[in-house]
């Protein structure tokens, strides 16, 4: 297994030829250790395997391209609003110039369609014009990696729809069809719009039907995994086959019916997996499932854990790059509970003693994983699990009645799904009143990981339970560790849009929060507050809407729901009245610690709305920043002068240029110039002419859509550092 992992933590893939030197080690030294050809021949396969993924990728160059590209729609659309989103599989794709590509050649395309003129149906054949790009996500700490996401699903490029020449109707589609006419039968048979959207994300693993309302309730209560496909839906679907077959061994031969029930087991367990879109989820719940199932058919006297340790061996065979994702870790960790308890206590395998196993052996990395956790969520848990295993299990049935046109369970449904909304929507408002432990430090899961350990040990085993002594630090919740001296900034990539994080102490101060998006979307909840919840931030202490547009304000609902702002600022009338802000006027300041917060421009409502930002310089006496919203080189040129050369600018307006003008950068010589722009943007942020500015004037440029998320830090005795978190973490996947 360590010989498959090697390959995904390396930076970049070394060259191709140097994959067969662990094959030719194998060959030539045949005394080698088996664990030793083991990890040779694992290490020769990741290689090849991570090769051969970035071998399809579009290239880089040009970042973003037109395209002709024929071929047919994969999957299920998602429909948002008037939109669509949908997996193309390319036959042909061929240069809008007319020269064909020869290089790299996608296996799989997602493409989104603006207001289309036609409705997109599963297996239909397109003969499209697209503007391509390789894969590019935003690059965070503690954020989602998409490009990891795509990698592993097989997606060489995205990009969106400018024209169709061609349609035709598909010429075979059994699968996709099928789950198609399916979610059309769900949507027509369940009058409730919530009701709908839960059955069809139970049963064909179709998300796009829940509102942000719906995801909020379900990330609130720790229940996101019940309306999200995973290997909890094929225990489901496991317990229920294997149960009736031991009710049928009562009453025929059960020497006969244990590699039916097998069989059986597995046939419908598969035939889900594939109903439900074989998700990395699923495939993993059935490869597992698959493993421990034919081990038990055929008798092989292999014990549980060999099992465990053969399926997660064959699961990251399938998928190297498995040990970055998450849901991975906690599927092992949860099966492993599984087994512990049907090693030490097969007579007592009760219900709450598993869901008391499960408590203690997961919550400890729940917490550390997705910031904290509620202790509503555990009992929300015990009552939705069963819940949604009962839906589950009624939908199947349902809708094979739907064949005869008989609507008997369609109230039952109704009502099962309508009561697991209200629980869940219960457990939210009482976990809004209840003690909530946050993200612990490393230190502390290493405490609470260790006293699951030995809380889970056999009875009559010593000192058990002292392991609860050592979920204690984990309980009483220790906040953020403060900034020690000076401060620290994250200029956040989050696309054509700004969010700066800045620390002093224990205080926080965060200037915009990123764009939003139709439908209410908005990437602050991808790139932000990800990292809040990492750094166990609860409250902002200042807020600063530098003015009233979308790509500044599109996150601050979102920031509200998650944490408390105790004090906000803005440049614009209308949202400092709506939200009882202060109007940032020239010369307004503060001081946190030896950090003075100095504005020196905004609020004037007389000129245009980006001019009415607000401008602030943060100094410390070592290190200085200057934040300058989306100003033009008319408000730049009204600016005091500097006392000294800055250290860092965000460029004003993701580096247009109405503003960084050269006169300006001559006044403020700002050492490093930061640009926080999207990546392969309409507006072609930053102009080149403004990079050009910034190397004449002596100062670097660093490109948030490029280079990641942006640290600066100014600490006693040391210079003004700058990293890009890119460079910090990357992986052989990583695109620039």
């Known amino acids: 297994m360590a010989g498959i992992t090697t390959i995904v933590w390396l930076p970049s893939l070394p060259p191709l030829w140097l994959g067969v030197i662990p094959l030719l080690f194998i060959v030539f030294w045949r005394k080698l250790p088996s664990p030793l050809i083991w990890f040779l021949i694992g290490l020769g396969w990741s290689f090849g395997w991570s090769h051969w993924q970035i071998s399809h990728r579009l290239s880089s160059d040009p970042i973003k391209s037109d395209w002709y590209v024929t071929g047919e729609v994969v999957g299920l659309p998602e429909f948002r609003g008037k939109d669509v989103r949908f997996l193309f599989k390319p036959n042909t794709l061929v240069a809008a110039k007319g020269a064909e590509r020869h290089s790299a050649f996608p296996r799989l395309l997602r493409l989104n369609w603006y207001r289309p003129d036609m409705v997109v149906a599963p297996g239909m054949r397109l003969d499209l014009e697209v503007r391509l790009k390789p894969p590019h996500g935003f690059s965070n700490p503690a954020g989602f990696d998409y490009e990891l996401w795509l990698l592993a699903q097989g997606i060489d490029a995205t990009g969106y729809v400018r024209a169709v020449s061609a349609s035709s109707a598909p010429d075979t589609c059994a699968l996709d069809c099928l789950r198609g006419r399916l979610a059309a039968v769900i949507q027509a048979r369940y009058a409730s719009e919530s009701v709908a959207a839960l059955v069809k994300a139970i049963t064909l693993g179709i998300r796009d039907g829940f509102d942000n309302d719906q995801w909020q309730l379900l990330r609130a209560t720790g229940t996101i995994h019940l309306a999200v496909i995973s290997g909890l839906h094929i225990g489901f679907i496991v317990v229920l086959i294997l149960g009736l077959v031991r009710l049928l061994s009562y009453v025929l031969m059960p020497h006969y019916l244990r590699p039916v029930g097998v069989w059986l087991t597995i046939s419908v367990a598969f035939v889900y997996m594939q109903m439900a879109g074989a998700g990395l989820p699923t495939q993993r719940a059935f490869v597992m499932v698959a493993v421990f199932l ?21 699961v990251l065979t399938l998928s190297p790059v498995a040990t970055h994702q998450t849901g991975f870790w906690l599927s092992f960790m949860a099966v492993a509970t599984l087994l512990w308890f049907a090693g030490h206590r097969i007579k007592d395998l009760l219900g709450w003693r598993v869901q008391w196993g499960i408590f203690f052996s997961m919550t400890p990395l729940l917490a550390w994983l997705f910031g904290g956790f509620s202790f509503v969520a555990p009992i929300i848990n015990l009552l939705a699990i069963p819940l949604v295993a009962l839906c589950l299990m009624l939908v199947a049935v349902d809708l094979l009645f739907s064949v005869l046109n008989v609507d008997l369970l369609v109230p039952v449904v109704d009502g099962s799904v309508s009561i697991f909304w209200w629980l869940i929507g219960l457990g939210a408002e009482v976990q809004q009143d209840l003690w909530r432990v946050p993200n612990p430090e490393w230190y502390v899961l290493g405490l609470a990981l260790l006293g699951s350990l030995l809380v889970l040990q056999p009875k009559g085993f010593p000192l058990r339970w002292v392991g609860v002594l050592l979920w204690l630090p984990m309980m009483l919740g220790i906040r953020s560790s403060p900034v020690a001296e000076g401060y620290d900034v994250r200029v956040f990539d989050i696309g054509q849009g700004t969010a700066v994080l800045i620390r002093v102490g224990e205080k926080t101060l965060l200037y915009d929060t990123g764009p939003g998006y139709p439908g209410g979307q908005n990437a602050f909840v991808h790139a932000v507050a990800p990292y809040l919840v990492a750094e166990r931030i609860q409250a902002v202490d200042m807020l600063v809407l530098s003015h009233d547009d979308l790509d500044h304000t599109g996150g601050h609902i979102s920031l509200r729901d998650q944490v408390s702002v105790d004090g906000g600022m803005t440049g614009s009338q209308a949202l400092a009245s709506r939200y009882r802000y202060h109007v940032c006027r020239p010369g307004d300041q503060w001081q946190w610690r030896d950090v003075r917060f100095t504005v020196l421009s905004g609020g004037n409502q007389a000129v245009s709305d980006n001019n009415s930002s607000c401008v602030i310089q943060v100094d410390d006496g070592r290190c200085s920043l200057l934040l300058t ?51 392969a943007s309409r507006f072609g942020h930053p102009s080149a002419d403004v990079v050009q500015r910034v190397s004449d004037s002596g100062g670097v440029s660093v490109n948030t859509a490029k280079h990641g998320a942006v640290h600066l830090s100014s600490k006693p005795d040391m210079e003004c550092t700058t990293n890009v978190w890119r460079s910090t973490k990357r992986r052989f996947w990583s695109g620039y």
């Open 629 to 679: 919203g989306d100003v033009d080189s008319d408000v730049e040129h009204r600016l005091v002068e500097p006392e000294r050369p800055l250290d860092w600018l965000v460029a004003s307006h993701h580096g247009s240029k109405t503003g960084s003008s050269a006169d300006f950068l001559a006044r403020w010589r700002p050492s490093v110039v930061v640009f926080s722009a999207g990546y």
């Open 294 to 314: 034919l081990a038990q058919w055929r008798l092989w006297h292999v014990d549980l854990w060999s099992r465990w340790w053969f399926a997660m061996v064959l």
